[in-house]
């Protein structure tokens, strides 16, 4: 009997995901996250929680509804050192991270995995768009979904073999309407949901705010803008407060339109430059990860996302020492940032991830 | 396979029970304070139901007063005999102790928030233990409730109540035990153990949920917490539920019948168990008193070990068991039963419950034995140093 955690947020993927599983005949246990999160009371008021007590109680139900059982797992420490902290230290050092990415890595795939098989399972299932097919040597292979937009290849990138081998994404083979048409036929009761958001743990989504108040002292001390070649044009209000490729709201005059190059912590300087010093042709990553387990040798033609939600661009990916990629790209990019991952396809097929470093 | 060794938190209710229930929800569905046939069939039935607990806790039967459940009885217990004493000029000094179950506990809280009252929490020892002496060290002139319970529901110890309340009455302070643990487990004669007034709960004796008990001896000033249409001598109104009421009063009635042969079962299974598990499993200790603890109770604390995890990996092959700290959303706290008795935040996490019933067999007991060193194990290897 094969025995299948699903991971349940109470939303309509996972229990979509969970309710095949059972229709599929396996062995499943609803498990949930309680993740740390910031008190609604902060901000504007929390609208953009994670595993808030309603969202529980529809997991809960909708596992009563399937028959299995669901246990809430207490994921507060590791998640609040492993994911948050993160977060606060990087965005310290200028650098912007995709807690998700981090999150899969560290949180999901690891310490709920480990939960998961612990626990005797063989498998832990997650309700993410992506698809799982074997290579004839067995190994297994990451694709992105049918549909480019619900696509979340992306953030799964970082799984290596081992922890492909115990992964299942049953929806990964479906579309969201089509999954929402199951939600309704399954008769679970979430078809209407919205999906969640990044950044689970914020009160209200507002990530500068929360920087503000648990980032160390002088995060957002104020500084000089200057240009690539030093000449200072005005002070910025904090690093913080900045990102890469933006142009608006910098407050500093110029004869043509200045964008955001570098936000320099060292120094704690917004460097700023013209939309041609901001174009990039290449970019290097660090901790590459290659699902298949094997590095390249050669040089390798790619297509590569540099965020979540941007376009995949041709490039040519040259392997580095030390875990280290340099992609050349075809056309030049006006927002490579450090410290989001550099995700690689050839066709629908994800070869692995890196993490911008410059 | 399936074991349930969670009896602490609740029983199923026996058939003899059930049988005597029944014919209340729609054959003799009267309200007892109506005027006609209906109703005395109804009032008869509450009140058989009176005589016979008010005959096994040894007192009159209008001493007791039928709520809604152990907490509800810890509340009216509690916070209507400090408001009363209050009123009547007495003080506002409460003593309990940090062991109490949240109904005891909470309600002290609250009426040192709300309600300007001052409350002394106990020290305890590691066994969950009070002396007379450690009472009496902390009673003053203006103290009007000691509220200290019979059995603890996490740790199983049994506190010497007779005495304790003995140091109570010598200051003219009304003392209350929370029950609810002891219920079918223990020898519940009011007037052997001089208590002013003792909680109960129906479904810890093999009786039906939502219905509890609450002795309060004659004279004992009570401020009722719900107020009415004067049932339960003006001490509880709402109408009463009446099979729930015939229930508990035939549970207890079995309980009673049946203590010798229950009670020695319970304590066979219980000591057939935690022989096996400190024999064979390392860093475990026995939490509560050894020799003075619930019949039924066995309670541990495992080191480096979450309690959560081992619920549902225990669960999962097929056992119930408890602990307390876990927790069904997910954000279980260190176990404050556990801080009190001294362990450290290696240990807090890690308290099991295993509470056995009548149906518990040496079977049952042995593949407990048997599946918990692996699963603990397995639990372990978990840990997260934060």
């Known amino acids: 009997m094969t025995t299948v955690v699903v991971a349940m ?16 005949g396996y062995t499943v246990i609803g498990m949930m996250m309680r993740l740390w999160a910031e008190d609604t009371t902060v901000g504007n008021g929390g609208h953009n929680r994670c595993c808030t007590p309603d969202q529980m109680a529809d997991a809960r139900r909708i596992a009563s509804d399937l028959g299995i059982p669901f246990y809430v797992l207490d994921t507060r420490e590791v998640f609040r050192r492993d994911i948050v902290q993160f977060f606060i230290d990087q965005h310290a050092e200028g650098v912007t991270p995709n807690p998700c990415l981090a999150c899969n890595r560290h949180i999901r795939f690891e310490w709920l995995l480990n939960n998961a098989l612990a626990m005797g399972a063989d498998y832990l299932a997650t309700g993410h768009y992506a698809r799982l097919t074997h290579a004839e040597d067995g190994t297994v292979e990451l694709r992105k979904a049918y549909t480019a937009e619900k696509d979340q290849s992306y953030v799964l990138s970082v799984l290596t073999q081992e922890k492909l081998q115990r992964a299942m994404f049953p929806i990964g083979e479906y579309t969201k309407p089509q999954v929402r048409e199951m939600a309704a036929s399954f008769g679970l009761p979430v078809a209407s949901k919205s999906d969640s958001q990044d950044l689970c743990f914020l009160g209200d989504g507002d990530y500068r705010r929360f920087l503000r108040e648990n980032g160390p002292a002088g995060m957002f001390e104020v500084g000089p803008i200057v240009t690539t070649d030093g000449q200072e044009l005005g002070t910025h209000t904090g690093l913080p407060n900045y990102t890469i490729g933006q142009r608006k709201g910098l407050g500093v005059a110029a004869a043509e339109p200045l964008y955001v190059l ?84 050839q066709d629908d097929l994800c070869l692995g991830s890196g993490i911008i470093e410059r | 396979m399936s074991i349930y060794l969670d009896h602490s ?44 607990i008010a005959g096994i806790l040894n007192c009159r039967p209008d001493e007791i007063i039928f709520t809604s459940c152990g907490s509800e009885s810890d509340n009216l217990a509690v916070r209507g005999a400090a408001v009363a004493a209050r009123h009547a000029g007495k003080g506002r000094h409460l003593i309990t102790q940090p062991l109490e179950h949240s109904a005891v506990g909470k309600t002290c809280r609250q009426l040192e928030t709300y309600f300007d009252f001052d409350c002394t929490y106990l020290p305890v020892d590691s066994q969950g233990q009070i002396t007379p002496t450690v009472l009496e060290n902390a009673m003053r002139d203006d103290t009007t409730v000691v509220s200290l319970m019979l059995a603890n529901n996490e740790i199983g110890t049994l506190l010497p109540i007779a005495e304790l309340a003995a140091v109570a009455h010598a200051h003219g302070t009304v003392f209350h035990t929370d029950a609810v643990q002891a219920g079918g487990q223990v020898v519940l004669d009011v007037q052997a153990l001089g208590v002013d007034m003792l909680s109960l709960s129906g479904h810890k004796f093999y009786g039906p949920k939502g219905v509890g008990v609450l002795y309060v001896r004659e004279g004992t000033p009570l401020v009722p917490s719900q107020s009415g249409g004067s049932h339960e001598f003006g001490l509880r109104s709402g109408t009463h539920n009446v099979p729930l009421i015939v229930g508990i009063a035939k549970a207890l009635e079995i309980a009673d019948a049946e203590f010798e042969t229950h009670t020695a079962h319970y304590k066979a299974m219980r000591d057939r168990l935690i022989e096996g598990i400190l024999a064979h499993l390392p860093d475990v200790e026995l939490t509560g008193d050894a020799q003075r603890r619930l019949p039924s109770h066995a309670s541990f604390v495992f080191k480096h070990t979450d309690a959560n995890m081992l619920l549902m990996q225990l669960d999962m092959r097929g056992i119930a068991a408890s602990s307390g700290s876990a927790c069904k959303v997910g954000n279980p706290a260190p176990s404050a039963v556990l801080q009190a008795l001294g362990y450290d935040e290696a240990w807090t996490l890690g308290g099991l419950r295993l509470t056995v019933g009548r149906q518990t067999t040496a079977a049952d007991i042995d593949s407990v034995l048997e599946i918990l060193p692996e699963t603990v194990k397995a639990v372990r290897q978990l840990w997260v140093t934060a």
């Open chain 1, 9 to 24: 947020s109470g939303g309509v993927d996972s229990s979509v995901a969970a309710a095949l599983l059972v229709q599929q």
């Open chain 1, 262 to 345: 570098e936000l320099d912590t060292k120094a704690n300087r917004l460097i700023v430059g013209t939309r041609d010093e901001l174009g990039r042709d290449w970019l290097t990553a660090k901790q590459m990860s290659w699902i298949s387990g094997q590095v390249p040798i050669t040089p390798l033609e790619v297509e590569v996302k540099i965020r979540y939600k941007a376009h995949p661009v041709p490039a040519l990916a040259t392997p580095l020492d030390g875990g280290r990629l340099h992609l050349q790209l075809n056309d030049p990019l006006r927002d490579v940032t450090p410290g989001q991952g550099a995700v690689l396809y």
């Open chain 2, 9 to 52: 938190a609740t029983t199923p209710v026996d058939d003899r029970v059930l049988e005597a229930m029944l014919p209340y929800f729609s054959q003799h569905y009267g309200n007892p304070s109506s005027i006609h046939q209906w109703g005395q069939m109804a009032e008869a039935a509450v009140e058989r139901a009176r005589r016979t």
